[in-house]
């Protein structure tokens, strides 16, 4: 353990106190803040000097932060904190949804929530006491015949706006989720007394040893054949928390006996392609997606889709794809790389793959359009075309393997085209 020297306090002490509870709301949020970091954190700012609040957000980040996804909640922590006037009216909205006036003004943006739920923790609302006028009491009566259950309303809630608690429910919910797979029949047959087919070799055979005479026909039926699941999974900074709650939910699938899957195969793409699928073997999900993590170094970068798939289609294609894989796609398609070369590799994945499944959490908005470059390019090429921002969406998922028909929104957002 490091030993640190006396502090030597700034002259200003509510500095010191407020950059201790800034660092108390971040650890609250999830972020691994001790009392070193503290420290140096205090020491950071007396040396840099309290000049801008460019600056001053840059030193504390340096000293609170060491992961790419932990940016965007001390980012939001941040803003509410040092930088907002009104941070503890749109808290409050964030946290109470009947208070009104400033809620409105925007929505949640990423991580606003977690950094809310921190910086509030053990602050009650105030809640108004009932008056009684002359001893009569006002009645209200609530009309909830038509309202949602609590968990219906949970698996309905979009992954970038859960609080911290609702991030951990929600991954122990994923973690109980299956995704059953049907076999497909094969061109290889089997022994059946009741099958379509006649088992010529097996046939002959029983008849060379009786001299030739042919005393029953042998029959076959197809064998059966599982397939293997393919996952390529945007982890680049649109996506990434998508990713995180997708991943878990992949680690339950891979090491779900009986599931129906051959194998399952993970890779993240971001700026590069990277293999995770010795990762997700691992039993426990904590130290699986902290060994992809250290895999991939990419997370919450910029977007190639173009060249990842085209080093996919040309390296792992071969490999991985056989036996019938079902591909599952999960990226927004916000890409600016060249559209062709975009189309071209995804006409190549789309014909290696027995079905190709695009999860995309832009399709949570009602008024979703295929307007960007990148999802035009994409969207002939696949074959059901979903949602993937919430728990209903991937319990939803399991429907849709196992119906072939399935297109999701593909031939609504095909018309737009």
Request: net charge neutral; proline share 6%; charged share 30%.
């Given at each position: 353990m490091p030993e640190y020297a006396p502090l030597d306090l700034p002259e200003n002490p509510k500095l010191t106190h407020n950059i201790t509870h800034f660092a108390r709301a971040l650890r609250k949020a999830g972020l691994p803040v001790g009392p070193g970091r503290v420290m140096d954190a205090i020491r950071a700012v007396q040396a840099a000097g309290f000049t801008s609040k460019t600056d001053f957000f840059f030193t504390l980040r340096a000293c609170f932060v060491n992961r790419p996804e932990q940016r965007a909640v001390f980012a939001q922590v941040f803003r509410l904190y040092w930088r907002?006037?009104?941070?503890?009216?749109?808290?409050?909205?964030?946290?109470?949804?009947?208070?009104?006036?400033?809620?409105?003004?925007?929505?949640?943006?990423?991580?606003?929530?977690?950094?809310?739920?921190?910086?509030?923790?053990?602050?009650?609302?105030?809640?108004?006491?009932?008056?009684?006028?002359?001893?009569?009491?006002?009645?209200?009566?609530?009309?909830?015949?038509?309202t949602m259950s609590r968990e219906e309303k949970f698996k309905?809630?979009?992954?970038?706006?859960?609080?911290?608690?609702?991030?951990?429910?929600?991954?122990?919910?994923?973690?109980?989720?299956?995704?059953?797979?049907?076999?497909?029949?094969?061109?290889?047959?089997?022994?059946?007394?009741?099958?379509?087919?006649?088992?010529?070799?097996?046939?002959?055979?029983?008849?060379?040893?009786?001299?030739?005479?042919?005393?029953?026909?042998?029959?076959?039926?197809?064998?059966?054949?599982?397939?293997?699941?393919?996952?390529?999974?945007?982890?680049?900074?649109?996506?990434?928390?998508?990713?995180?709650?997708?991943?878990?939910?992949l680690h339950a699938v891979a090491n779900e006996k009986g599931a129906g899957w051959a194998k399952v195969h993970a890779f993240t793409f971001g700026t590069r392609l990277t293999n995770i699928t010795r990762h997700l073997a691992t039993r426990d999900v904590d130290a699986a997606l902290a060994a992809a993590g250290q895999e991939a170094q990419d997370w919450e970068g910029g977007t190639r889709i173009g060249a990842c798939l085209h080093c996919f289609n040309r390296d792992w294609s071969r490999r991985v794809m056989g036996q019938g894989a079902v591909v599952l796609l999960i990226t927004d398609g916000l890409d600016r790389d060249d559209a062709d070369s975009l189309a071209h590799e995804m006409q190549r994945l789309h014909l290696s793959s027995r079905r190709l499944i695009w999860l995309n959490p832009l399709l949570r908005w009602d008024g979703f359009a295929p307007k960007a470059t990148g999802i035009r390019a994409m969207l002939p090429h696949v074959d059901s075309f979903r949602a993937g921002h919430s728990i209903a969406t991937l319990e939803d998922l399991a429907d849709a393997i196992s119906k072939a028909g399935d297109m999701g929104e593909k031939a609504r957002l095909m018309a737009m085209l």
């Open positions: 907002d006037p009104r941070y503890m009216e749109h808290m409050m909205s964030l946290m109470l949804p009947a208070i009104r006036g400033v809620q409105e003004d925007r929505t949640a943006k990423a991580a606003e929530k977690r950094a809310a739920e921190a910086l509030l923790d053990g602050i009650e609302p105030e809640i108004p006491e009932a008056r009684e006028d002359e001893g009569e009491e006002t009645l209200i009566e609530i009309d909830a015949s038509l309905t809630l979009d992954f970038e706006q859960m609080s911290t608690s609702e991030i951990a429910e929600a991954k122990r919910m994923l973690a109980r989720l299956s995704l059953p797979v049907k076999p497909f029949a094969s061109r290889r047959g089997m022994p059946s007394h009741t099958g379509h087919r006649i088992d010529a070799r097996k046939t002959l055979r029983a008849a060379m040893r009786r001299g030739g005479e042919m005393r029953r026909i042998h029959l076959q039926k197809p064998r059966p054949r599982w397939p293997n699941l393919v996952v390529l999974c945007d982890i680049s900074g649109s996506m990434s928390q998508y990713s995180r709650m997708v991943l878990h939910f």
